[in-house]
């Protein structure tokens, strides 16, 4: 870390502290109060946006307070982000339950008081690439000398995954106890179980493109590569012109890039309307509804598109980089549910042959979800609200 870095680092370290122990000395814990808080989007979405319409539905009284801003590279960007963590800082210290869906830096730097519970909701259900302290001298992941100071992942009350078969990979990644890591499910994965929801994604979706009516949709959602919140540079690996002269006319490419990425990152529809990027207007699990092929390469969309049990392959051109920058779990080539390619030709076959293992896909949604029944949200908001 350079020292421009860590002046930075500390600095708001000790703002973030000063308004918390300020809050803390001025203000109690507020009984009623529950936030959400996301450095992802700006707009409640994912999976805490599940367990709060939970809890609205329940009618249990609770006043929540959204916590929801993208980090932006530009000086006002980094201006208004310090803004939002000093009253993240304030809410961080009143709030009954503070859920938060990826990493947060508020709650690495304070010492939380009694009477809150900071409940991670993890973004990504199963257990696929590492992360947190699982990637600890690995090129992606923290240094020593940051740990020193921001000791990521700490402070979680309870951590929700999505079977029991991945608690120990998340006890390492968040450095905690396995009794603190609660298989309950995925809230955001409820979504998939209700037939009204495939229902208006697919009248959205056909509303929009309804030249897209009848073909087959192959959706391409390639992982985040970099660190923090912000990808420089992605070139799509697959040539979609090769592919395209090999598929013809009854399929169509929707390629929906990664949050985190930058968002001037651009992917051009092709003049014969066979590439769509799909970058507004719709999110990733209407996308997955209305898609019949999945491509990805290192993305937990596979976890969720395998309740669908549809086909999935796997563009892994740079494994061998991959995997000595980051790492995963499992052995990459035993563990995905579908064949992995490095060529565009060879994918397209592929696709065109319309064969895939559904066994393969079966045995790896039973394996990485311990309940498969659009009752996530449920579970969750009974285990910490009906106390």
Do not use: C
């Not at 890591?181 to 697919?202: C, M, Q």
């Amino acid at each position: 870390m350079n020292k421009l870095k860590l002046l930075k680092t500390l600095t708001a370290i000790m703002f973030i502290r000063t308004i918390y122990a300020l809050s803390t000395i001025l203000f109690p814990v507020r009984e009623k109060k529950v936030a959400f808080a996301s450095y992802r989007s700006e707009k409640l979405s994912g999976n805490l946006l599940y367990v709060f319409q939970e809890l609205v539905r329940r009618q249990y009284g609770f006043h929540s307070v959204f916590l929801l801003k993208k980090y932006r590279a530009s000086l006002a960007g980094k201006l208004g982000y310090f803004f939002h963590l000093l009253r993240a800082s304030y809410h961080l210290a009143t709030s009954r339950y503070f859920f938060i869906d990826d990493y947060y830096f508020p709650v690495y730097v304070i010492k939380p008081r009694k009477g809150t519970e900071i409940i991670q909701l993890w973004h990504a259900a199963g257990a696929f690439k590492k992360f947190g302290y699982s990637t600890v001298g690995k090129a992606f992941g923290p240094s020593e000398e940051y740990l020193r100071y921001v000791k990521v992942h700490s402070n979680y009350s309870k951590a929700i995954v999505s079977s029991t078969a991945v608690i120990p990979f998340y006890a390492e990644a968040f450095n905690m106890p396995e009794k603190d890591i609660l298989p309950l499910g995925v809230p955001r994965t409820d979504y998939f179980f209700s037939k009204e929801n495939h229902k208006k994604a697919y009248e959205k979706f056909f509303a929009q493109y309804p030249a897209l009516k009848g073909k087959k949709l192959i959706l391409y959602a390639p992982t985040f590569r970099g660190k923090s919140h912000r990808q420089d540079a992605f070139q799509i690996p697959i040539d979609f012109q090769t592919m395209q002269q090999i598929l013809g006319s009854q399929f169509a490419v929707l390629v929906h890039l990664h949050p985190y990425m930058r968002e001037d990152l651009h992917v051009r529809d092709n003049e014969n309307h066979f590439v769509y990027h799909i970058n507004n207007g719709f999110d990733i699990q209407e996308l997955m509804l209305v898609s019949d092929i999945l491509i990805t390469d290192y993305s937990s969309i596979i976890f969720d598109f395998s309740l669908l049990d549809r086909p999935m392959a796997f563009f892994a051109h740079d494994l061998e980089e991959y995997e000595r920058e980051r790492g995963f779990y499992f052995e990459y080539p035993s563990f995905v549910p579908g064949p992995i390619f490095k060529e565009t030709r060879e994918l397209a076959e592929w696709i065109k042959k319309g064969e895939y293992d559904a066994r393969a896909i079966a045995a790896f949604r039973s394996r990485f979800f311990d309940k498969i029944d659009g009752k996530a949200s449920q579970r969750i908001v009974d285990y910490f609200f009906t106390k």
